[in-house]
């Protein structure tokens, strides 16, 4: 099995030792994705909408790096901080994915900064 870590350009630093994606046989797995900027800064403070649009558009450039679209991405695990978002966070969600729907599961928790509303992490099979 050969593996390659997908790296879009304007990528930050992470917080953490990881990468924005790694490929394996075709298949693409998305870190935990939170609505950060470049310099890990969480972006649209008290929005969960807007925060879930960044979030998708980040997962997107990953997925697209790897060669692949929002189509091909099988499973989303999301973490929201309250469930008071969820809503919100699905109206936008299913403009991201509005034909076949991707299996997921979702979950209230705490997240790595306080600001931060939702996070997702995804797989896509592109190969």
Known sequence: MSKKTILPAGTGKPLAPYVPGSMADGI???SGTLPFDKDNNV????????????VLETIKGVV???GGSMDDVTFNMIMLRDWSDYAAINTVYAE????????????????????????IASIAHVG
Request: hydrophobic share 35%; glycine share 8%; charged share 25%.
């Open 96 to 119: 991201y994915f509005p034909g076949e729907k991707p299996a997921r599961y979702c979950i209230q928790c705490g997240l790595v900064k306080p600001d931060a509303l939702i996070e």
């Open 43 to 54: 972006v649209h403070v008290g929005d969960a909408s807007a925060q879930t649009r960044h």
């Open 64 to 66: 697209e790096e790897a």
């Open 28 to 30: 693409v797995y998305v």
